[in-house]
């Protein structure tokens, strides 16, 4: 039971590191599962937690002399440095120690700029778009608008009504599936995906493939585990009718081809839609450049709120899709027999949208911009490399993905596993041990934990807001970590 003991700190109780060795010691507390992967000594079974958390809010106040690029005690500082002063929830203590949050791929932080856009609508100008003509409507109907003009401009699309705001990039990528799908997938048509692809891409694909007929295919990884696109480019021909591909990899950080893959499918008359979540916030994304027909991605990874996504799809095929959902905002005009239909976007956006969500996304494509993609892009790579090759100097680990080379960039995370430890009891001591957050789990892509022989991987991942101090941490407390759990063997 959580108890306030002070402004800002909660306090619950939990066990020692001693009460840690009789659960790791008593077998009762091992689960069994069939899997070459060893079970977890002290996994989670609910979210109700029964370990220690101390969570002490702590004033960012006495980083604010790290957002000068030039403070002359300290020289240059990196983007890290300079922008974690903007992300409040990154000054805290997490079960006594200083948190270092390295769950970016799973969802980012969320700097001070967004935050006060949100409570500036609701506080200023809280109200329904595009139905009401009095003034606080007209105000919320510009800066929703605004905000999807500032998404086109990110990823410089040629028009603002080519941006669908959608729940999230999930809602998107079946948005295209039960709409486009539906609408042009014959029996045996294919639909040619990786096997690295995120739940999200493929299970809404199986639901179109089930009511038309159609055919997933799957590309398999090459022995560097990068997905084969040599393999994918021999699979394409006549009746592929869409491809659907990860911009960037959310468990192997590898880096797809996308603009070559778009100019494959096309020759054979295919469409190829994208799925950029872990693309869009942290490199330069152009969708005239890549020639993509669809490409999705989530605002909560790219600092701003939860709860909306978009999907970018060309004029021309969004102009000949049938809505997806019905109801206000996407009808023309309503009989009692029939209706007719709003040109997109405003055919996809049925019901009253997220509003103060779209606005707050706009603050965070401002935020981005406003230190510039091709900026966090390059320091991202440094600290992409420097994660990798720390990680490294852990014995037995395994790291999944391409290596990182002068030819192969990574994103900036890293999945992988440590012989005879479960991913999930390194996440869990090191939360608890050390305020570190990691992911573990299969990071919603079964099919590619399958093909790799695990069931489940940690992963630490990076954002612009991460310092090489914060890998340091890591590394030393993952060699913690698994100092303990090898002094059980």
Known sequence: MATAVAEGVVVLKFPSPSSFRKVIRNPNHLPTRPSSTPPPLFALRDRRRRFSLVVSAASPSSSSSLISEDNPKLGPLSLGHSTRPHF???????????????????????PTIVVKALQNYYEAYNSNVHRGIHFLSAKATDEFELARKKVAAFINAADSREIVFTRNATEAINLVAYSWGLLNLRPGDEVILTIAEHHSAIVPWQLAAQKTGAVLKFVSLNEDEFPDTEKLREMLSRKTKIVVVHHVSN???????????VGWAHDVGAKVLVDACQSVPHMVVDVQSLNADFLVASSHKMCGPTGIGFLYGKSELLSAMPPFLGGGEMISDVYLDHSTYAEPPSRFEAGTPAIGEAIGLGAAIDYLSGIGMQKIHDYEVEMSNYLYESLRTIPNIHIYGPMPSQTVQRAALCSFNIEDIHPTDIATFLDQQHGVAIRSGHHCAQPLHRYLGVNASARASLHLYNTKEDVDDFIKSLKDTVSFFSSFK
């Open 88 to 110: 409040p929830i990154l000054h805290q203590e997490v079960n006594g120690s200083k948190l270092v949050y390295l769950d970016n791929a799973a969802t980012s932080q969320k």
């Open 251 to 261: 468990v192997l950080a590898s880096i797809l081809p996308v603009d070559e893959i």
